[in-house]
């Protein structure tokens, strides 16, 4: 007996990009008056002005839903042709069931495969992957990526470590075939050794706790990783694609803080020619949110373009990380 499998390889692409950005935005000066701390600390040590913050009404599915639709808009795509819809989040409140699902049927998806992926801030990068190999194999033809947070849910104002650091958003593309392919090999791995940098308190499964878990994170430990380590990943990820840093126009890494960024395009070497996200300023660490919310503010502001070849690099809890070259998509409105 031998068993049916596609046999022809394609490539894959991102067609579209969507975003959703939380209505209420949140200055320096509201997060002090609950953190001790001062706009300019925040500024001088994170590089963040402003963020957003999910308001009553805005939920994690709804905002993943509101992205995924001007994704699908702006790649032409409709609900019907999408086979498959990964979510990557930290902040979906159940690890059962999952969000994707709830997004697929809000969507009017009938019978879409749909699942959640945990990767910290890196799920974005990891689901992109996983996308992009469905495609080539011929498993599916158009599958949802969406990369959604509400992290203000899940923080303690009063911590100093994290409280002006995460925010709320989401941002969706749909990948499917195209003629070149548009998302390269990608670079991953993963550091268990270091699990206990960014955590999340227990929540009710563990800890039968009538309050909603808090991350907590090691600041410095994370610098002294992230811009060290991903200098090699975004090494690895330009030798996988057979391009140099010379051929990039973009660079659009994890917006985890600009000091992170900053040191870490020092470190790959980037020449000045590239221009680089720094989405961080306006809407602060959205995890997994943050690559396709740096991507579509680039694209927005004209910072970059539809074509464009680009570098994504996303690292976070885990210690997980992922990145890859790609074009980057047509924007939805
Ligand atoms: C969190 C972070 C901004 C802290 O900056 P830092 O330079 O490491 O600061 P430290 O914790 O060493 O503290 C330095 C000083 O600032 C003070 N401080 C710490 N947090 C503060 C805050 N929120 N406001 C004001 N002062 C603060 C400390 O008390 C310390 O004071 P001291 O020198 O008098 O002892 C920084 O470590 C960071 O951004 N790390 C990466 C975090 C990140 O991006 N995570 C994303 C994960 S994907």
């Known amino acids: 007996m031998t068993i049916q499998q596609p046999t022809e390889l394609t490539h894959a692409a991102m067609l579209g990009l969507g975003v959703y950005r939380p209505e209420r935005v949140v200055t320096n000066d509201e997060i002090c008056e609950v953190l001790d701390s001062s706009d300019e600390w925040i500024q001088t040590r994170s590089g963040i002005k402003t963020r957003r913050f999910a308001g009553d009404g805005e939920t994690l599915i709804g905002m993943s839903t509101a992205a995924a639709e001007r994704a699908l808009a702006a790649a032409g795509v409709a ?4 086979g498959c819809v990964i979510v990557a989040t930290s902040t979906h409140p159940e690890h059962t069931p999952a969000s994707a699902p709830q997004v697929a049927t809000a969507l009017g998806l009938d019978a879409a495969a749909a699942f959640d992926i ?16 469905m495609v080539r194999s011929g498993a599916e033809q158009h599958v949802l990526v969406i990369g959604v947070e509400q992290l203000s849910r899940f923080m303690d104002p009063t911590d100093r470590g994290t409280a002006f650091i995460f925010a709320d958003g989401a941002g969706a593309v749909v990948v499917g075939p195209a003629d070149a392919t548009g998302i390269g090999p990608t670079a991953w791995g993963s550091d268990g050794s270091q699990s206990h940098v960014i955590t999340q308190t227990p929540s009710c499964l563990g800890g039968h706790s009538e309050v909603d878990p808090v991350v907590q994170m090691e600041g410095t430990a994370v610098f002294r990783w992230a811009p060290f380590a991903m200098a090699e990943v975004a090494h690895e990820a330009l030798r996988l ?44 660490n959205t995890s997994a949110a943050s690559v396709p919310l ?21 690292f976070g809890a885990g210690l997980s990380y992922a990145g890859q070259v790609v074009t980057l998509p047509p924007l939805g409105q």
Not at 257 to 276: F, M, Y
Not at 294 to 314: N, Y
């Open 79 to 82: 609900p019907a042709q999408v």
């Open 118 to 133: 945990s990767a910290g801030c890196a799920g974005f990068c990891h689901a992109l992957n996983l996308a992009s190999s």
């Open 241 to 284: 694609a057979g391009i140099g840093v010379d051929d990039l126009d973009a660079f659009i890494p994890h917006q985890a803080n600009l000091r992170i960024t900053q040191t870490l395009s020092r470190n790959i070497k980037l020449p000045e020619s590239v221009a680089i996200a720094t989405d961080v300023i306006d809407s602060g």
């Open 294 to 314: 740096a991507m579509e503010a680039m694209l927005r502001q004209d910072e970059a373009s539809v074509g464009d070849t680009a570098l994504l690099i996303a």
